[in-house]
């Protein structure tokens, strides 16, 4: 079965802090890994991640797969209230040719003042 | 920037009627999806959409559920006989071709009484 298991379920930091957060599937047919930020309502797209070993960096957002075991990471730098959100993990993978997105449960960051 | 824009934002209705949730996908985009996620839990894939078919359609959508693209604009799901347990969150993608991240609409609060 295809699943895709997201840690740690819920962080609290202080501003100014590091985060690291995991994301590790089992999928059969992987095509992509992506992540979002969700606060309130839809899930904005952070980033897309296809190649191992490649970081993608946005501002103080940094993220990077690794094919060979299986997992990623996103590391918020400097972390400010306003990252406080949940952020998702989902694999896109393809059957029968057409895409289909598995969602981790995702990992609830709280940023103190 | 352009948006997914998905009405009503919450949605009312007794437990048996009919119920049809509205998408404005992004106007060049061309695949779309509808994924329910119930409070608290993960975002789950129901059906996604490509050239006028459904193209691949999890367990969740039964019979009840049903998707339509009636005119070059909107998408829309429709729940046939709502039960309880079809309260939840659902939100409305779409994404301009296979290998692009999807772009989320607000989702629309459906509740069931």
């Known amino acids: 079965e295809d699943k895709v298991v997201q840690s740690p379920l819920s962080l609290v930091v202080h501003e100014g802090d590091t985060v690291t957060l995991n994301c590790s599937y089992e999928v059969t047919n992987f095509r992509s890994l992506l992540w979002y930020k969700q606060e309130k309502k839809a899930p904005t797209f952070l980033f897309m991640l296809?190649?191992?070993?490649i970081e993608k960096k946005s501002g103080r957002l940094s993220s990077i797969l690794d094919k060979k075991e299986l997992f990623s990471i996103l590391n918020i730098t400097a972390t400010q209230t306003g990252d406080s959100a949940v952020y998702l993990c989902?694999?896109?993978?393809?059957?029968?040719?057409?895409?289909?997105?598995?969602f981790g449960t995702g990992t609830r960051l709280k940023v103190l003042a | 920037e352009p948006e997914v824009t998905q009405t009503p934002s919450h949605q009312v209705t007794q437990m048996g009627q009919e119920v049809i949730l509205r998408c404005v996908p992004i106007?060049?985009?061309?695949?779309f999806y509808w994924y329910r996620q119930i409070l608290g839990q993960k975002v789950e894939f129901l059906v996604s959409f490509y050239n006028n078919e459904i193209s691949e359609k999890s367990e969740i959508f039964d019979d009840q559920f049903s998707v339509e693209r009636p005119d070059g604009s909107n998408f829309t799901l429709k729940i046939r006989s709502t039960k309880l347990e079809d309260s939840a969150m659902y939100f409305c993608a779409s994404k301009v071709a296979a290998a692009q991240p999807q772009h989320f609409g607000d989702g629309t609060r459906l509740s069931i009484l």
């Open positions: 296809t190649s191992s070993g």
């Open positions: 106007s060049n985009h061309l695949y």
């Open positions: 989902a694999v896109a993978l393809t059957t029968s040719g057409t895409y289909k997105y598995i």
